[in-house]
C-alpha cells in the first residue's frame, strides 16, 4: 500500500530568506553579470609556464585599438571601451541588444614580470597577453657534482 502526500502549494514556494541567500550568491560568485545592458569585467585565465605567465581574456566584439593593458608593480590591469555607433534617425528599431560600454579588471600576478618584454595578440575575441617572468623568479636548475 502506498501513501497519499497532500500537495501544498506554499510549501513548495521559495522562502525570502531563501530567494535573498540565492541573489547574494550569484551576484558574488558569477565573474561576469550583466548591467544596464554592458558588462562589469570580462572572462579570464591566468596560467603560467617555466618562463612566461599567460593572461587570457574573452573580449568578444572588441576591436583590438578598443583595449588598454597596463602593468603596474605585480597588477594587470585591462580597460575597454565599445564606442557607440552614431544614431541613425531613418531607422525604426525593433530589437536593439548590442552593448556600448567600458569595463576595467585588474588581477594580481603571482610571480615578478618583465613588463617592457610582454606581448599580446588578438585573435576571434580572445585577448591574449604573454608577459616573460623576471630572471630572479625563474626555476633554475643545479647540477650535484659526485667526489
Keep these: 500500500m502506498s501513501n497519499l502526500t497532500r500537495w501544498?502549494?506554499?510549501?513548495?514556494?521559495?522562502?525570502?530568506?531563501?530567494?535573498?541567500d540565492r541573489l547574494f550568491d550569484d551576484a558574488f560568485t558569477r565573474p561576469i553579470s550583466l548591467r544596464d545592458g554592458g558588462w562589469s569585467a570580462p572572462?579570464?585565465?591566468?596560467?603560467?609556464t617555466d618562463d612566461d605567465v599567460v593572461v587570457k581574456a574573452?573580449?568578444?566584439g572588441f576591436k583590438a585599438d578598443?583595449?588598454?593593458?597596463?602593468?603596474?608593480?605585480?597588477?594587470?590591469?585591462?580597460r575597454g571601451?565599445?564606442?557607440h555607433e552614431e544614431e541613425q534617425k531613418d531607422k525604426a528599431w525593433h530589437i536593439r541588444e548590442h552593448r556600448w560600454?567600458?569595463?576595467?579588471?585588474?588581477?594580481?600576478?603571482?610571480?615578478?614580470?618583465?613588463?617592457?618584454?610582454?606581448a599580446a595578440d588578438y585573435e576571434n575575441g580572445i585577448l591574449t597577453i604573454t608577459l616573460p617572468?623576471?630572471?630572479?623568479?625563474?626555476?633554475?636548475?643545479?647540477?650535484?657534482?659526485?667526489?
Design 8 to 20: 501544498e502549494p506554499v510549501r513548495e514556494m521559495m522562502t525570502l530568506r531563501e530567494a535573498m
Design 43 to 48: 572572462a579570464i585565465d591566468m596560467y603560467q
Design 81 to 83: 571601451e565599445m564606442k
Design 101 to 118: 560600454s567600458s569595463f576595467e579588471r585588474s588581477i594580481a600576478l603571482p610571480t615578478d614580470v618583465k613588463a617592457d618584454k610582454a
Design 133 to 147: 617572468k623576471a630572471e630572479e623568479v625563474k626555476p633554475r636548475t643545479i647540477t650535484v657534482k659526485a667526489k
Design 66 to 78: 578598443e583595449v588598454q593593458i597596463n602593468v603596474t608593480g605585480d597588477v594587470l590591469t585591462l
Design 58 to 60: 574573452a573580449l568578444p
